[in-house]
């Protein structure tokens, strides 16, 4: 630390996206960090103490890849709070799905009981084959109202 200078105080939040237009995209909110994650590229917050010290979300494809992400994130921040990858967000955009090319059947072991029933629903095709919805196909006024209450 730089002598006589003041530390900066603690960032109340972080918000990781896995999505670059997302990621660029975030308006601006007063003592929050936006980071892009880069999908599975988030091994860079694996040593990231101050973390620890903050709220952080996380907001990734709702798709079985992006719950995976969220569980293996957990395993070293077990904080982080999934954002718009809920049932509700998923049913509300059912006219932007696409499908998963190869969706994942790993055990996850970190997600809520929310999470956990809608990543077992898209692994087994309980919206349909394979659904995948990306998150930069989420509409915008739907993602603002949820990630600045």
Do not use: K
Not at 22 to 29: E, H, K, M, T, V
Not at 62 to 78: C, E, S
Not at 112 to 122: I, N, P, Q
Request: hydrophobic fraction near 45%.
């Amino acid at each position: 630390m730089l002598p006589n200078v003041p530390p900066r105080p603690a960032l109340p939040a972080v918000i990781v996206t896995e999505n670059l237009v997302n990621f660029l995209s975030l308006p601006q909110r007063p003592r929050t960090l936006a980071i892009f994650g880069g999908g599975y590229g988030f091994l860079a917050l694996r040593d990231a103490a101050w973390l620890r010290e903050c709220e952080v979300l996380y907001w990734g494809d709702l798709d079985t890849h992006g719950f995976r992400i969220l569980d293996q994130l957990r395993a070293v921040h077990p904080h982080v709070n999934s954002v718009l990858m809920d049932e509700a967000t998923l049913l509300a955009h059912r006219d932007a799905w696409g499908s998963e090319p190869s969706p994942s059947q790993a055990m996850l072991t970190r997600l809520t009981d929310e999470e956990a029933a809608v990543y077992t629903s898209l692994g087994n095709d309980g919206y349909g084959p394979a659904v995948h919805l990306e998150q930069e196909l989420i509409r915008w006024d739907w993602a603002l109202e949820r990630l600045l209450p």
